[in-house]
């Protein structure tokens, strides 16, 4: 029913007057980003447009996408064939984060203390590997992913209560409310960025609605990305450590 509510609704779109519902996949990060802009734009201008976020994961959200269950879905690319269609956003590389007085802070750490340490990890899909265990995977070495969680709001609280640390994108580490209490180092490695993007269905390349709620989140994800890289105090202070 919702595939062929879709597929009656992709020939025309008033966004006055419409009564679509939009699934897109999307991490409790960007959720915070831009989800309370998203509805007021939308209680201005499409007041009978629903909006729902659902669980994101890289491999099973290209998957939600491929079988018309979501509409789009924000994260990273990790599959690439000719059903997806993707546009870029912006990149980001990680920071070191600890609780302030953790015996590891303060100072330049270490490949062997990095290794040797107990991490968190925040995970989406339940599996303890990410984005450092690939590069880590690559040099012959490996780390303790002692905890995982599958949203980022609780890694601050963790951190602060535990010896644990944990390579946090640097999204979030430009959040002032996220690193309060927290001390943000640099990695002992280079790693490189990590890309979002915007992801759809070919399906959907001329459905206007899709096209129309894409230009919305492409224009407010792009905006709010700039707005904290050259605003976020806490932006300015991790890049002096």
Known sequence: MYALTNAVSAT?????SSKRKFRIAATDVIVEMIW?????????????????????????????LREAHIDLAVGVLTQHDHSLRSTWLFEGGYFLAMRE???????????????????LLVSMS??????????????????RIATTVNHFSIVPQILRDTNLIAAVPELISQDCGFVNGLWMGELPFEIDPTSLYLIWHARHDRDPGII??????????????????????????????
């Not at 025309?12 to 006055?16: E, V, Y």
């Not at 953790?102 to 991490?119: C, D, N, Q, V, Y």
């Not at 129309?212 to 450590?241: F, K, T, Y």
Request: hydrophobic share 35%.
């Open 212 to 241: 129309w709620m894409r230009e919305l989140l492409e224009r407010l994800l792009r905006d709010r990305w700039q707005d904290i890289m050259a605003n976020s105090p806490c932006g300015r202070h991790l890049e002096a450590v």
């Open 12 to 16: 025309q779109f008033d966004p006055a």
């Open 101 to 119: 007085d953790h015996p590891l802070a303060g100072r330049p750490i270490t490949m062997e203390e990095f290794l040797s340490a107990r991490h």
């Open 36 to 64: 309370r802009p998203l509805i007021e734009l939308l209680e201005r201008e499409a007041p009978g447009v629903d909006l729902h976020a659902v669980p994101y994961t890289p491999d099973g959200s290209h998957d939600d």
């Open 126 to 143: 339940g599996e303890a590997h990410g984005f450092v265990d690939s590069y880590l995977d690559q040099k012959g070495q490996s780390r």
